[in-house]
């Protein structure tokens, strides 16, 4: 876990400041895991943990999947180190995430969900829902930073973050960084 967080800092995927995230939330630190993704074997030595645990669960796993855009490059990444094939699930024209671009599941196949970081688990659940339309099965969750709130919703699939951090989050009218004036930024990809 602290070689994970050492890594985030090394590559300068650890920002501080006062962040809008994808979820509408505010924070104080944001995980630009891009960042610490454009080296490969950087990502071999955050993800080799996460899948020796999932291999010691004896989990039973067909394919790989990421939403995209955050979910594509560790979803690869796990396939990569699993000898399975790694797909995505993109939004279409409504903002509806799908599978796209001939990606095709067949029915039982069993799915690991693999994202960069999980804030309220929003782009997890899409994902998901797109997977098991197709009549796939989602057999687990795993991630780089599992940063949701202490009480957050439990993930109701075997979960597997390569770290866990508890950072500061707030709605809009209650962000004590609003509250003192600093200016935000939003660093994701999505329109929110």
């Known amino acids: 876990m602290n070689d994970v967080i050492e ?24 995980f630009q895991c891009a960042k610490l993704l454009q080296y490969p074997d950087k ?9 020796k645990q999932f291999l010691d669960d004896n989990l039973k796993i067909d394919v790989i999947a990421g939403p995209a855009m955050g979910g594509i490059i560790p979803a ?3 396939g990569r180190q699993l000898g399975l094939p790694a797909i995505f699930t993109e939004r279409d024209d409504s903002g509806c995430m799908t599978l796209r671009r001939g990606f095709e599941l067949t029915k039982g196949q069993k799915v690991l969900i693999v994202e960069d ?7 997890s659940l899409e994902c998901a829902a ?20 202490q009480g957050a919703q439990d993930i109701t699939w075997p979960f597997y973050p390569a770290v ?3 950072v500061g989050s707030w709605d809009t009218s209650e962000c004590e960084l609003c509250k003192q004036g600093l200016p935000l930024v ?4 999505r329109k929110i």
Not at 7 to 26: N, Q, V
Not at 43 to 51: D, G, I, K, N, W
Not at 117 to 123: A, N, R
């Open 7 to 30: 890594l985030l800092k090394e590559t300068g995927a650890l920002l501080e400041g006062h962040f809008l995230l994808s979820s509408g939330r505010h924070s104080d630190r944001y």
């Open 43 to 51: 990502a071999r030595l955050v993800f080799e943990s996460v899948v």
């Open 76 to 78: 690869w990444e796990v």
């Open 117 to 123: 970081v999980v804030t309220t688990g929003k782009s």
């Open 130 to 149: 797109a997977i098991e339309s197709s009549g796939a099965v989602v057999a687990a969750l795993a991630c780089i930073v599992d940063r949701r709130l």
């Open 164 to 166: 866990k951090m508890f």
């Open 186 to 189: 939003k660093p994701g990809s």
